[in-house]
C-alpha cells in the first residue's frame, strides 16, 4: 500500500454506477451536464482494506506499506524504458510512478456538484448489504466458518499442497 493509504476515496457499487448511466441516457435535462459519482461513504484505501479483511475474517494483517517516494523510485527505470517501446499486450500500469501519483491523491466527489441525488439515485454503501456479499461470497468457508488461518488447520493435505499452504515433502 503506498504510504499509510489515507487517501480518500468514495467507493460505489456498479449496480448504482449503472442505475445513473441509465438515468443520464433517458431524460433530456441531462444533455451538456457533468455528473460527479462517488458513493455515500468517505472511506481511506486503509479503511477499504480493513473491511475486506474483517469481511473475510483475516485475523492478521500482512499489509506492506511503501512510501511513495520509494515507489517512485523503483519505478522510475522501468519508466524510462517503457516510454521509449511502443505499447506492448499485457503491459501493467499499476507498476509506474504514474500509478503511484494516481493512487496517492483523494478521490471524492467535490462539493456542489451533479451526482446521485439529482439523479434521483440513492446510492448503497459498499459496506454493507449486497455490496459486500461478493467479497462473503469468495471467503473460504462460506458464510459460517471463522477465520482462513483456523479453517486451514482442517484442510487435507494434499488441499494444503494444492493451495500452496504447505510445502511438498519428499522422502529420499
Known amino acids: 500500500m503506498i504510504d499509510d493509504g489515507a487517501h480518500k476515496l468514495q467507493p460505489q457499487h456498479v449496480?448504482?454506477?449503472a442505475r445513473a448511466v441509465q438515468a443520464?441516457?433517458?431524460t433530456e435535462?441531462?444533455?451538456g451536464q457533468d455528473?460527479?459519482?462517488?458513493?455515500?461513504?468517505t472511506l481511506t484505501l486503509r479503511d477499504m482494506v480493513r473491511v475486506i479483511q474483517d469481511c473475510l475474517h483475516e485475523l492478521e494483517d500482512h499489509t506492506m506499506y511503501v512510501p511513495s517516494a520509494i515507489a517512485k523510485a523503483v519505478y522510475a527505470p522501468v519508466d524510462a524504458i517503457r516510454k521509449k517501446l511502443p505499447p506492448l499486450p499485457g503491459r501493467n500500469y499499476m507498476f509506474t510512478t504514474d500509478y503511484v501519483n494516481e493512487i496517492s491523491r483523494d478521490k471524492?466527489?467535490?462539493?456542489?456538484?451533479?451526482?446521485?441525488?439529482?439523479?434521483?439515485?440513492v446510492p448503497v454503501k459498499v459496506t454493507e448489504?449486497?455490496?459486500i456479499e461478493a467479497i462473503r461470497y469468495e471467503r473460504v468457508g462460506g458464510y459460517t466458518l471463522g477465520d482462513?488461518?483456523?479453517?486451514?488447520?482442517?484442510l487435507p493435505t494434499n488441499v494444503k499442497r494444492y493451495l500452496g499452504m504447505q510445502q511438498h515433502t519428499e522422502v529420499f
Open 15 to 17: 449496480t448504482d454506477v
Open 24 to 26: 443520464v441516457l433517458s
Open 29 to 31: 435535462d441531462s444533455k
Open 35 to 41: 455528473y460527479y459519482l462517488g458513493g455515500p461513504e
Open 108 to 121: 471524492v466527489a467535490p462539493a456542489g456538484v451533479l451526482g446521485y441525488k439529482e439523479l434521483g439515485i
Open 129 to 131: 448489504g449486497m455490496a
Open 148 to 154: 482462513t488461518k483456523t479453517l486451514a488447520k482442517s
